[in-house]
């Protein structure tokens, strides 16, 4: 990565938008096709270092009784169900049952998860699909004895139209990604990411929110797009090094093979 990166950046590009209560009440209202009007009625409480593996979630909030734990990934991830535990897990510990007794015989009354990945990440997807835990289970079970669903939603341009029209802030982000991913094709990233801010602004993409925060997002998607590029880099060594592997243990088998036959030219001379 980059060394004039700060690695102290106080937050990822998604999770900072939507930390927003209007723009989170929107995204709701958007996913779950309501029309909510009062934000102050949304509980947020994303956690700001799960216990579990010091990783942080991205958006979680609740409202009328449910719990909501929304991600923004950029790859495939085929563990989000396990993440996800986790962060439901810490969410009920930390925020929701933290002054109550769990060990008392009253009934303690738990707002319904419900888990989306938002993905945009350069690989193909399906513009909907679904996670479960239990995939990853080592003996399977008829009936799950533990299941935890996350629905998988493709938010790269050309998907998920019906969220765009609902949920401007969402349309407006996908914008600002696209752009990025388009001009750093081009030129140097800070040049990609100054000429997007510069040309969101103009067009009035999240215009008011660059306007506040435009050092901060031009930080943060420069270390984003530079560690997305290293994961990238990080796959490409894993399949050199899984190719270098398997030619290794061809070569091992060949040999193998050459000895055995050798061995049994050798045994056919003898019993003549």
Do not use: W
């Amino acid at each position: 990565m980059k060394g004039n990166v700060a690695k102290d950046y106080k937050d990822r590009l998604f999770r900072m938008i939507f930390n927003d209560r209007e723009k989170l009440l929107e995204l709701y209202n958007a996913m779950n096709d309501t029309d909510y009007t009062d934000a102050s009625e949304l509980q947020i409480v994303t956690l700001e270092n799960a216990i579990y593996m010091s990783m942080k979630n991205d958006v979680a909030y609740v409202l009328h009784d449910e719990l909501f734990l929304y991600e923004q990934q950029s790859t495939k991830n085929a563990n989000m169900p396990l993440r996800c535990l986790f962060y439901v897990s810490d969410s009920y510990s930390a925020a929701l049952v933290r002054d109550k007794n769990i060990y008392g015989t009253k009934l303690l009354r738990l707002p319904s998860p419900t888990f989306v990945v938002f993905y945009n990440g350069k690989q193909k997807m399906e513009e909907e699909g679904e996670l479960r835990l239990s995939d990853a289970f080592i003996k399977k079970q008829g009936i799950p004895n533990l299941e935890l669903i996350v629905k998988v939603k493709n938010i790269n341009m050309g998907n998920s139209q019906e969220l765009f029209e609902k949920c401007r802030p969402m349309r407006d982000y996908m914008i600002f990604v696209g752009k990025v991913r388009k001009y750093s094709k081009e030129k140097p990233l800070e040049e990609a990411v100054e000429q997007t801010i510069r040309e969101c602004m103009e067009e009035d993409v999240m215009a008011d929110f660059l306007e506040k925060n435009r050092a901060e997002v031009m930080k943060m998607c420069i270390y984003e797009y530079d560690e997305e590029k290293q994961r990238e880099f990080d796959r490409e060594e894993g399949r050199e090094e899984e190719r270098q592997n398997t030619l290794r243990e061809k070569a091992r088998a060949d040999e193998a093979f050459r000895k055995i036959a050798i061995l049994e030219k050798q045994l056919a001379e003898l019993m003549k």
